[in-house]
């Protein structure tokens, strides 16, 4: 039997960016708040304590140009009218930010590129998170931490109450209002299993282990409407020697374009110098699930120490590529005919890693077709890479108003959705640096506004 516990205006399932910016705009709005996070208070914080930056409109970085970035990389698969909102929207993020104790500092080295579209948090996501959990208790906001949202009461369309998972025993929390703001399913290995086959055992996931895609079951069970394509998840290339979870950005590497890729028979399998990295790096993820026991090998040699960003773990060096081959336990003769078959290849130009540059390989299955300079300058060095799980894309459907849709209902709904749970509707495939963090919270400030509103009615 459930224990109960008192009635509340808005319950907010969920404990990172979009859960609190929800939590703290219907507090704003004077209701009475719980937030309901799975993570114990040392992790709090889902996946957004691993953020750098928010994308936003300014005069610097226009609507039509937003847009169309955002077009680009999802290949149309967005709602515009709710796409173009959100980023009309993203123009006044920054001083709410601001206003509820969010400080900002200037880009980092690595991450230049993003100065003119995207804000970076001081302290990084961790800090931010911080700073809403602070601005959170100074509202009374009630947190529960350690507390994981098990069922939901939704009868004809409407919420009544979540069971609420704490110390092995079972809370009944009645609220007037929901918003659903706990994420994706990247964390549920047994769901991405079902999805991508035994190969998903060997995936990394970056982010928080929390996010199991409980919430989102839930919801779809109960009537809500899906949205998002629920075979596809944004993977990159990660240093395989990552913990399990919460690896968070240091395990990411950007070596691949400067060298070649092997698997674990020492053969290379697609053309690492395609186009700039930012724009590639996303499918190196795919192209690693694709290969045997999902692991690679990014090899470059001294010149290209300097030209990337490195992992926390440090390369494996050897002073011959057979050396490097055995450290890494590869087949030696493989590996060295590899790399003496790509050396050959090798056509002359002017290398330039910060532009596509041309310099390519002639007659070598797969060509490298941009960054090919010949692998001969010791010491070598190695990183094995995992294919790092981000995000999935399913989610529910969502209007403007962060409303769930739920199936044929037409009763007005008191259930919300923010962040990850309904970015689907506006990311419908492929990642725009900073978007996920503006979608949390454009979204989680309108269902906490909206959560209030349908609380006082
Ligand atoms: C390494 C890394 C770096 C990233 N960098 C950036 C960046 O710089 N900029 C950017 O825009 N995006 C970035 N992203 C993506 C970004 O993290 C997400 O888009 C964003 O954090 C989503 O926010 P959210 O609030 O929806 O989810 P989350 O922050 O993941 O929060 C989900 C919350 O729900 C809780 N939860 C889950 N299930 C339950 C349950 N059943 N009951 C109760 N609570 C539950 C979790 O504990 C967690 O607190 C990055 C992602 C990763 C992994």
Redesign the pocket.
Known sequence: MADQFPEFDVLI???????LCAALNAADSGCSVIV????PEWC????????????HMSAAYPEDEFFADLHRVTGGRTHEHLARMTIRASANCLPWMLSHGVRFQKSLAGTLHLDRT?AFFLGG?KALMNSYYQAAARRKIRVLYD????DLEIETGRFRSAR?RMDGRDLEIRAKALVA????FESNLEWLEEIWGPPARNFLI???P??????LKLLLERGAVPEGDPAQCHAVAIDARAPKFD???VS?LDSVPLGIVVNRHGERFYDEGEDLWPKRYAIWGRLLAEQPEQIGFSIIDSKALGCFMPSVFPAVRGDSIGELAAKLELPVDAVCSTVDRFNAAVAPGEFNHGVLDGCRTHGLPPEKTHWARRIDQPPFLGYPLRPGI??TYLGVKTGPGAAVAMQGGDVPSNIFA????M?GNILGKGYL????????TVF?RIAGREAARAARQ
């Open positions: 399932a969920g404990g990172g960016n979009a859960a309901v996070e799975s993570a709090r914080g889902g996946n957004s304590r691993h953020t750098r930056n928010l994308r995207n996501g507390a994981e949202v098990v609420v703001a706990a994420g994706g970056r982010g928080t929390y996010n199991k895609g409980r919430v690896g968070g950005i990411r981000t995000f923010a962040g990850e749970i970015a640096a900073g978007f996920g963090m503006t979608i949390g989680g």
